[in-house]
């Protein structure tokens, strides 16, 4: 079993900053595929950015330009770096992540999410 711990939420004034941890831990052969996901009250979930195990990276056009995902293979953590937040950003975002728990064997996991408020 793997547990995907996300921490960095909170509450930001628009253009400001939060910096968002996904933590893997449990039992990890590695680590394929990872994504931050959001999913703000009443919509739908969207898919913010993904990174391969490789470091590629890519971004939905809404956040282009303003949030970088970045990973430590040897931590087992991916990163959102958000800047320039805007009210629209504000939503329970989520980390997504492939895990190989064998080297046969991989199964997909969700962590709980984490909160994040853009307002003045």
């Known amino acids: 079993q793997v547990q995907l711990v996300e921490s960095g939420g909170g509450l930001v004034q628009p253009g400001g900053s939060l910096r968002l941890s996904c933590a893997a831990s449990?039992?990890?052969?590695?680590?394929?595929?990872m994504a931050w996901y959001r999913q703000a009250p009443g919509k739908e979930r969207e898919l913010v950015a993904t990174?391969?195990?490789?470091?590629?990276?890519n971004y939905a056009d809404s956040v282009k330009g303003r949030f970088t995902i970045v990973r430590d293979n040897a931590k087992n953590t991916m990163y959102l770096q958000m800047n320039s937040l805007k009210p629209e950003d504000t939503a329970v975002y989520l980390c997504?992540?492939?895990?190989?728990?064998?080297?046969?064997?991989?199964?997909?996991?969700w962590g709980q999410g984490t909160q994040v408020t853009v307002s003045s």
């Open positions: 990174i391969t195990s490789s470091g590629t990276s």
């Open positions: 997504n992540a492939d895990v190989w728990e064998t080297y046969y064997q991989h199964v997909n996991y």
């Open positions: 449990g039992s990890i052969f590695s680590i394929g595929y």
